[in-house]
């Protein structure tokens, strides 16, 4: 593990998905209890933020590793032409800044972190071999996904409510690194990590946000 990165809780997928499940259904039984604090309800969301801050880390670390191995020249070609690229993601309509996501209600923040995550299910597979980081992936995405799923249920009422049927299909990255050139294939691989650290930093501040919520008198100002 790097120095600068911080060791996340050691929960398995198994304890993982057997804590949230207990925990909602504590959800479910303290949402009519009006004189007990609802606690569960932190407790699952301080599980979905550690888990969304260690896949940003490893974001972060996949795409400065796969910058090392690269030349100066290549390094700077690829960044100019990433400024150019959309994000597949990018469809996915997100708070313009942090004012608006600060305005955004606390199901919309979920909302949009499970349709960010779920869009990386499929190309999360072409990030997978060569290192143990790398075939994480996939597994936490899983687990944070089905983390936020519950959290949006929780959280939802007769005003807000969430479809987890996708509003947009994103058009898939499909065979992503099938029958191009090794120039091409270099800078799609570079697309793929920057997007994928870029999404990571949107739900990590989105869950983040939306857990302050959570606390009347913390100061959420991002």
């Given at each position: 593990?790097?120095?600068?990165?911080?060791?996340?809780?050691?929960i398995n997928?198994?304890?993982f998905?057997s804590?949230v499940?207990?925990?909602f259904?504590?959800?479910?039984?303290?949402?009519?209890v009006?004189s007990?604090?609802i606690?569960?309800?932190q407790r699952?969301f301080?599980?979905?933020?550690s888990?969304v801050?260690?896949?940003?880390?490893?974001?972060?670390?996949?795409?400065?590793?796969?910058?090392s191995?690269?030349?100066?020249?290549d390094q700077?070609?690829l960044n100019k032409?990433?400024?150019q690229?959309?994000?597949?993601?990018?469809?996915?309509?997100?708070?313009?800044?942090?004012?608006e996501t600060q305005?955004?209600s606390?199901l919309?923040l979920?909302?949009i972190?499970y349709r960010?995550?779920?869009?990386w299910?499929?190309?999360?597979r072409?990030?997978?071999?060569?290192?143990a980081?790398?075939?994480?992936?996939s597994?936490?995405l899983?687990?944070l996904?089905?983390?936020?799923?519950?959290?949006?249920?929780?959280?939802q009422?007769?005003a807000?409510t969430?479809?987890?049927?996708s509003?947009l299909?994103?058009?898939?990255?499909g065979?992503y690194?099938q029958?191009?050139?090794?120039?091409?294939s270099l800078r799609?691989m570079?697309e793929?990590?920057?997007?994928?650290k870029?999404?990571?930093?949107?739900?990590e501040?989105?869950?983040?946000?939306?857990k302050?919520?959570?606390s009347?008198e913390?100061?959420c100002t991002?």
């Amino acid at each position: 593990m790097d120095k600068g990165m911080t060791a996340s809780p050691k929960i398995n997928c198994h304890d993982f998905t057997s804590l949230v499940v207990v925990l909602f259904l504590s959800l479910v039984t303290l949402a009519g209890v009006s004189s007990q604090p609802i606690t569960d309800n932190q407790r699952v969301f301080s599980i979905a933020v550690s888990r969304v801050q260690h896949l940003h880390l490893l974001a972060q670390r996949l795409f400065s590793d796969f910058e090392s191995s690269l030349q100066m020249e290549d390094q700077r070609q690829l960044n100019k032409i990433f400024l150019q690229d959309f994000c597949n993601s990018d469809y996915i309509i997100s708070p313009l800044d942090k004012h608006e996501t600060q305005r955004s209600s606390v199901l919309k923040l979920l909302s949009i972190s499970y349709r960010l995550v779920e869009s990386w299910e499929f190309p999360s597979r072409s990030l997978s071999g060569g290192s143990a980081p790398r075939n994480q992936v996939s597994s936490k995405l899983s687990e944070l996904k089905m983390g936020i799923l519950l959290l949006i249920r929780a959280n939802q009422d007769g005003a807000e409510t969430f479809s987890d049927s996708s509003e947009l299909q994103l058009a898939p990255y499909g065979n992503y690194y099938q029958g191009v050139t090794d120039d091409e294939s270099l800078r799609r691989m570079y697309e793929l990590l920057a997007c994928f650290k870029k999404d990571m930093h949107k739900v990590e501040t989105y869950l983040t946000v939306a857990k302050c919520r959570l606390s009347p008198e913390a100061n959420c100002t991002l």
